[in-house]
């Protein structure tokens, strides 16, 4: 019953570097999702895809791309590096009916910025 | 657009004590209201969930009522243990989306004491 998997847990990066968070999930979701959290502001939406085969921003998709590569897997991409990133990142899917079913989280990726 | 407003936080109780996060909405419609909740080191897990007025969400003893007249999905616990130490959030999700695109309030930390 893995859920949502992030990988990696943890990652530290110097200013510039480039990377990708992975995300899948096994529960057959048709929406996945990208958030990233900070102290005091919650979560907040990086970029989301409705279905397999798109993609869109969210609140805050500056400096950051995604992939939707298969219905299973969703990933993000930081092509240069900011201290401004240093956060924990989140992964979430929902069904296609989702006003009653909300989105099932991984547990995150703890990602500092040097 | 639509937003979540918790109380401020961080709330520190002892042991049995009475809890009350607050948490006040404003959505066009009639969205679906949730509490996650994100124990140390992990992800966002659903506590619990309303989808139309008057619904009381209930898990864990942790209970929520959806008030449309205010605007308003608190939640309670009539006693608290240690356990319940962790970050809480309300979200929601606006009437009428096709899919789990969620709106989260900034999250209240709970710390209970022995």
């Known amino acids: 019953n893995a859920g949502v998997t992030q990988t990696p847990k943890f990652q530290v990066l110097k200013t510039g570097q480039s990377m990708t968070l992975q995300c899948a999930q096994d529960m057959n979701h048709n929406s996945m999702y990208w958030y990233r959290q900070d102290p005091g502001m919650g979560l907040r939406l990086i970029y989301y895809s409705a279905s397999e085969g798109t993609t869109d921003k969210g609140e805050v998709p500056n400096g950051y791309n995604v992939s939707r590569l298969n219905k299973r897997e969703f990933s993000l991409r930081l092509e240069s590096a900011a201290p401004s990133q240093t956060s924990v990142y989140f992964c979430a899917s929902s069904p296609p009916t989702a006003r009653n079913q909300p989105q099932h989280f991984g547990d995150g990726t703890r990602l500092s910025i040097l | 657009g639509n937003s979540v407003t918790q109380m401020e936080g961080p709330v520190t109780l002892s042991e049995e004590a009475f809890l009350t996060i607050n948490c006040t909405y404003t959505a066009t419609g009639y969205p679906s209201l949730f509490w996650y909740v994100q124990y140390p080191g992990e992800g966002l897990q659903l506590l619990l969930k309303?989808?139309?007025?008057?619904d009381k969400g209930s898990n864990k003893g942790f209970e929520a009522t959806y008030r449309k007249e205010t605007t308003s999905f608190h939640l309670e616990k009539g006693s608290v243990q240690v356990s319940d130490s962790a970050v809480y959030f309300c979200a929601l999700l606006a009437g009428g989306t096709s899919y789990g695109k969620l709106t989260f309030g900034q999250g209240t930390i709970l710390t209970v004491h022995p």
């Open positions: 309303a989808t139309k007025a008057d």
